[in-house]
């Protein structure tokens, strides 16, 4: 996964977010997801650093 797949996935989820109606009512919560799937990007690439 490179960082541009990524900035991809995270679109698609804020369109999926977007077409539930989400984002119209719950920025802060899509504010906690990606935050979220920042963390696990970063922690994903420090474990694939240890493998």
């Not at 977010?17 to 920025?27: I, N, P, T, W």
């Amino acid at each position: 996964m490179s960082k541009p797949s990524l900035k991809k996935f995270a679109k698609n989820l804020y369109k999926k977010l977007s077409l539930g109606g989400l984002a119209h009512h719950h920025k802060d919560a899509i504010l906690m997801l990606y935050r979220c799937t920042l963390m696990t990007w970063r922690a994903a690439q420090v474990a694939l650093f240890f493998l």
